[in-house]
């Protein structure tokens, strides 16, 4: 069973983006393993909060102007 993990900044991404991420790495993945794989590829996109990731000794806010819209 394939299985892709995907963390993105809280509020980063609308519903509908994640839906076609979530597409489209499935579509990826059947091309590699086959359509059989389809069925059986999860998908998991996991928000993090603000303040909630960093890259050496700086902690990241996501901006207001790269907020998703809903």
């Given at each position: 069973?394939?299985?892709?993990?995907?963390?993105?900044?809280?509020?980063?991404?609308?519903?509908?983006?994640?839906?076609?991420i979530?597409h489209?790495?499935?579509?990826?993945?059947?091309?590699?393993?086959?359509?059989?794989?389809?069925?059986?590829?999860?998908?998991?996109?996991?928000?993090?909060?603000?303040?909630?990731?960093?890259?050496?000794?700086?902690?990241?806010?996501?901006?207001?102007?790269?907020?998703?819209?809903?």
């Open positions: 069973m394939p299985f892709v993990n995907i963390k993105t900044p809280e509020g980063a991404l609308s519903r509908a983006q994640k839906e076609e979530a489209r790495t499935t579509d990826m993945l059947v091309e590699y393993f086959s359509e059989d794989a389809r069925a059986h590829t999860m998908v998991l996109i996991e928000e993090v909060k603000d303040g909630g990731y960093a890259r050496a000794d700086e902690v990241f806010t996501i901006p207001d102007a790269y907020r998703a819209g809903e």
